[in-house]
């Protein structure tokens, strides 16, 4: 069924109860929500239709909604994600694909892409999603969107299905950077890193995991960035790289299966093939496979914080712009990890931005910051306005 058309929102939710709008900086916003996310008396159905028949209604609203909707956004919606979140691409094999409004026939790409497609097709300004392995930033590239994935902890998770908690983030998509700015400052917790940026960093060795097509139509916009702050192009890691695809993959595993291994046990519920696939692998994991993951996404963190002292990391979002519907897209896991994976494993923050377009597909740039700069990198993408 994944080659099936499906609309932003889940079905079984055709009309939202109503709420009043409270009065703050998001009245009148209309928000999609990714249904991962609890709403106070709506079902929460992650994806798989086991999930949503074993589970109760919601009985209060997850901390991230709460504070939209205190901010006086309304609820649009609750959107479509792939099963349990645990994917790169935007397909389910219960419910269908939504299309992609910016690229008709693509695929909206990762987990929140209902999320995506709603704030995409217009019918939402401001999406809610979460982002593990890049399930905001990926549909944000593919759909011409602005997609934050905030530092790991500056929005809280609870009221949230998780799917890993070490790497789950939260986080925002909309077509309005202005708007972004509003709802991040609505949702982010603790004070901003007051650090000034110094400089870019575009290292050869990540820019390499994008197709040429990609890196030749976002070079305009790594210039417009060299005009405010200085470029390096030196490369990111040495030949001793650490594998933090490897360490992500086990560890998403591993605490995949310590938070739903039961319930998968219990009711035995269907997978579509490729989540199928990873539920088995996650059931596997070793705690010696664990310590060795652990240990990559270690050396990770210690790289991060050295290189990223006043400085942003500059990358392609995705290796390429959207596949089309019913494509073969297991090649594309290793290079879109390739340049997720390195905030996703080390609690960085990430935005997406708009920047560019190849044979008329939107393609993303993404700015990547010390932990608690979010602020900053909202601040430096109004360069690419």
């Known amino acids: 069924m994944t080659d099936v058309i499906a609309a932003p929102y889940v079905p079984w939710l055709p009309t939202m109860p109503y709420r009043p709008e409270a009065d703050g900086p998001l009245r009148g916003i209309r928000l999609a929500v990714k249904d991962l996310f609890d709403v106070d008396g709506l ?10 028949a074993t589970h109760a209604p919601a009985t209060r609203d997850a901390a991230a909604v709460a504070a939209l909707l205190s901010a006086g956004a309304r609820l649009a919606g609750k959107t479509h994600t792939d099963e349990m979140a645990y994917s790169l691409f935007g397909t389910n094999a219960h419910y269908g694909t939504p299309e992609n409004p910016a690229a008709p026939g693509h695929l909206t790409g990762g987990s929140s892409n209902g999320t995506a497609a709603a704030v995409a097709s217009g019918g939402a300004e401001l999406g809610l999603g979460t982002d593990t392995g890049g399930s905001v930033r990926i549909p944000a590239g593919w759909c ?17 299905v998780a799917l890993c908690g070490s790497f789950d983030a939260p986080g925002l998509l909309t077509a309005d950077l202005a708007l972004l700015r509003t709802a991040a400052g609505v949702l982010l917790r603790g004070g901003a890193d007051t650090t000034a940026l110094r400089g870019l960093l575009a290292p050869p060795d990540v820019w390499e ?27 990111l890691f040495d030949s001793a790289a650490p594998d933090y695809r490897f360490g992500y993959a086990v560890r998403t595993g591993w605490e995949f299966w310590q938070e739903h291994g039961e319930w998968v046990r219990a009711e035995n519920p269907v997978f579509g093939a490729g989540i199928a696939e990873r539920v088995r692998a996650a059931a596997a994991r070793t705690a010696e496979e664990l310590a060795a993951a652990d240990r990559e996404i270690a050396a990770v963190r210690d790289t991060m914080a050295r290189v990223l002292d006043g400085t ?11 596949p089309l519907r019913g494509a073969d897209t297991d090649p594309l896991r290793a290079p879109i990890l390739g340049l997720t994976g390195i905030s996703s494993v080390a609690g960085l923050p990430a935005l997406s931005v708009p920047g560019a377009r190849v ?25 690419l306005r």
């Open 43 to 52: 079902p929460t159905g992650a994806g798989n239709p086991t999930w949503l």
């Open 312 to 322: 942003v990391l500059v990358i392609p979002t995705a290796p390429q712009p959207a």
């Open 209 to 235: 995991l994008a197709g040429p097509e990609v890196r030749a139509a976002l070079a305009p916009a790594v210039d417009r960035l060299r005009a405010v702050l200085p470029v390096d192009e030196k490369p």
């Open 144 to 160: 011409g969107l602005y997609g934050l994935r905030p530092s790991h902890a500056r929005v809280s998770r609870d009221g949230v």
């Open 359 to 383: 044979d008329g597909l939107p393609v993303g740039l993404c700015l990547v910051g010390a932990p608690g700069t979010d602020e900053s990198l909202l601040e430096l993408a109004e360069v």
